[in-house]
């Protein structure tokens, strides 16, 4: 298994351009997670799918941001339109949960997007 | 609220040294922790969890409730133990279950 894939991995934009971060999870899991990366911030969770629903999205910061996950095997990031502010490393993450065990645990990582808004 | 602190954005020790990155948490509840390392050129990967009470690397760390701390200790740094390490709390926050990480703690061992 190659892992988590995220595509693609680096993104250079000019502000007010839509921006879409791909990720394709390990198979067999059924919980992912965006989280975005920042000198300041550190590790935020943007927001995460549990069974290709999305459970909680209270870590994305306004309206500009949104997530999709159409199926099992496909989940995007958008953001539209896009601020220098976003630029940050985009990680997507993926675990199984059997449900009633606790989210979180071993996250597997993918190897990130870095995003750069000029 | 749920918080995840690790008060050192950098650590720079001697190779043979002992090292110690400090966490402290914040959770109304019996959380799960862990750590989390970023080596160089390499992906966030799990380095340990507390439920597992395991030793990996020759890293260590102890729960201790009465501190809320998971400090991560090891006795004798190594070079290939430089990386960016983050502790992390498993927990229901917000009425959601969660992954919250600290800001992380980049560790360097001088040769």
């Known amino acids: 298994d190659a892992g988590v894939i995220q595509s693609p991995r680096h993104e250079v934009t000019e502000m007010g351009q839509e921006v879409t971060l791909r990720c394709k999870p390990i198979?067999?899991?059924?919980?992912l997670f965006w989280y975005r990366q920042t000198m300041m911030r550190g590790l935020e969770l943007l927001i995460y799918f549990n069974n290709n629903v999305p459970i909680d999205d209270s870590g994305m910061p306004e309206d500009r941001f949104s997530a999709k996950m159409p199926n099992a095997s496909f989940s995007t990031l958008k953001i539209q339109p896009s601020e220098p502010r976003d630029s940050a490393v985009y990680f997507c993450?993926?675990?199984?949960?059997?449900?009633?065990?606790?989210?979180?645990?071993?996250?597997?990582f993918g190897p990130g997007t870095r995003l750069t808004v000029l | 609220a749920q918080r995840v602190t690790q008060p050192e954005k950098l650590l720079s020790v001697f190779k043979g040294a002992p090292v110690e990155l400090k966490c402290n948490y914040s959770?109304?509840?019996?959380?799960?922790l862990f750590w989390y390392v970023q080596y160089s050129r390499q992906r966030l990967q799990l380095l340990l969890r507390?439920?597992s009470r395991e030793s990996i690397k020759g890293f260590t760390a102890d729960l201790n409730k009465g501190e809320t701390s998971f400090h991560l200790k090891k006795p004798f740094a190594q070079e290939e133990d430089s990386a960016m390490y983050y502790c992390a709390l498993s927990g229901l926050i917000q009425g959601a279950q969660k992954l919250v990480f600290g800001q992380g703690t980049r560790l360097t061992i001088n040769p």
């Open positions: 507390h439920i």
């Open positions: 198979s067999g899991h059924n919980s």
């Open positions: 993450a993926s675990t199984f949960n059997s449900g009633g065990a606790r989210i979180g645990g071993e996250q597997f």
């Open positions: 959770y109304s509840g019996s959380p799960e």
